[in-house]
């Protein structure tokens, strides 16, 4: 009987084809994953392979589908145990035999539900009739470095979630019963006599089920019956190279969750953290001089002392937001006047998802000029000979008033020297 094996092999081969990937890679975990990292790769997943988000892709609703599968099967714990010895043909087995992991759902869009709120969709267009709950706006400081270099920035928001462990209906055994008082309507009937015989009906929000239609015998011990606890979750956010300070990202349905509705937009303000004088921080400096920004270009003050500024021959090594030099000099007998601002081309910002012109913005640096309190006695008399004798020499200066261009004042003008 030589054929069999190789029937066998044959009907193999499609099944092979067939087997899906991996549960635990298909949710990018590792095999002795938490049933907190579990539910963690599912949010994540599910999220980003929504067939809302990606319309018209069956190979995204097919990974969905799967991870939904996937999730169904590590969560059990029986279910898990069973797929870790046997794999997805023991699961198969398991779950002819009547059982089913989870002991709910199998329909991908019920799971996503639970986790989510809603009908199991995102909200917005085509989700006609389906309740959008509110957005929430956050606001994140980031140093201005990060906003030149570009960088990923974890942050946490806490937010209302949907009880995992009741899984939204706020039952310590999943069980809502209708509710006695309006039959599941949420609504009742009240009869008011506004006059002898005369009666006026009233609909009103039940008070026994506070309109929900359901009551719940054994409340969830982690809600309380609420249906929803508040949850830390974390986000990723890029700071993408030259965003503009108080840029919009948006993280759709990532709002407070409710099982009533579809969670609204995560709204995060990206703002420039001012900078710490004195700051012991990587790159800060202790002068409280610091790069300031205005759109594409950045400010720098730099300080000289009157020797430099009047005689020249100094260099500056400026630390950029990189960490590169920029470096600023003047050769001897070059005057720097206090105030004056140098622009250096290219060392600003970099221009936002740039195309067309300048990759960078300028750098514009002005110029302080700081004169010496006191005089060392022997240099100041050199210095008053010298100006003694130039000014015998030029008959009183260089007059500064006669220079600009002013009429000479019958008084003695100001001296440039
Ligand atoms: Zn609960
Ligand atoms: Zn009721």
């Keep these: 009987m030589l054929f069999l094996p190789a029937l066998a092999l044959i009907c193999l081969l499609p099944l092979l084809a067939l087997c899906a990937e991996d549960y635990y890679t298909l949710l990018g975990i590792d095999k002795s994953a938490s049933e907190r990292q579990i539910k963690k790769a599912y949010r994540t997943l599910s999220k980003k392979y929504h067939p809302d988000k990606n319309p018209a892709n069956d190979t995204a609703h097919q990974k969905f589908v799967e991870i939904a599968e996937a999730y169904e099967v590590l969560i059990d714990a029986d279910v898990r145990k069973i797929y870790d ?37 995102f909200g917005g267009g085509g989700q006609g009739g389906q309740r959008r709950g509110p957005s929430m706006e956050v606001r994140i400081h980031v140093p201005l470095r990060n906003f030149y270099t570009g960088a990923a920035h974890d942050f946490k928001v806490e ?15 999943g069980q809502r019963d209708t509710c006695a008082k309006c039959n599941g309507q949420g609504m009742v009937i009240q009869k008011h006599m506004i006059a002898p015989g005369l009666f006026q009906q009233m ?7 506070a309109g929900k239609g359901s009551t719940v015998k054994h409340k969830c011990k982690v809600c309380g019956g609420s249906r929803h606890v508040r949850a830390e979750e974390a986000f990723e956010l890029v700071v993408e190279k030259g965003m503009p300070d ?9 709002a407070d969750e409710s099982p009533d509705y579809v969670a609204g937009d995560l709204i995060v303000h990206l703002m420039q953290q001012e900078p710490a004088r004195g700051g012991e921080e990587e790159g800060g400096r202790t002068d409280g001089t610091f ?49 004056a ?11 936002w998802r740039h195309e067309d012109g300048p990759e960078y913005g300028n750098l514009h640096v002005e110029y302080t000029v700081v004169l010496p309190d006191q005089l060392d006695q022997g240099v100041e008399k050199e210095f008053w000979g010298v100006w003694e004798k130039w000014r015998k ?19 003695h003008g100001h001296e440039e020297l």
């Design 159 to 173: 937010k209302q979630a949907i009880c995992e462990k009741c899984e939204g209906s706020g039952s310590e055994d």
């Design 246 to 254: 108080g840029a919009r990202v948006t993280y759709e349905g990532e």
């Design 291 to 339: 790069f300031r920004r205005k759109g594409d270009h950045l400010f720098w003050r730099e300080v000289l002392s009157l020797r430099e500024a009047w005689m020249g021959d100094w260099t500056r090594n400026l630390t950029h937001l990189d960490g590169h030099i920029v470096q600023l000099s003047r050769k001897r007998g070059v005057v720097v006047q206090p105030g």
């Design 203 to 209: 609909q009103m929000q039940c008070d026994a089920c």
């Design 85 to 121: 010895q046997h794999g997805h043909e023991g699961v198969k087995q398991h779950q002819q035999g009547g059982h089913r992991p989870g002991g709910g759902g199998h329909d991908p869009f019920d799971l996503f539900s639970r986790f989510f709120g809603g009908g199991g969709h």
């Design 393 to 411: 020499k030029n008959k009183g200066g260089v007059q500064l008033d006669r220079d600009s261009g002013r009429p000479t004042p019958k008084e």
């Design 341 to 351: 601002v140098e622009v250096v081309d290219g060392e600003g910002m970099p221009v």
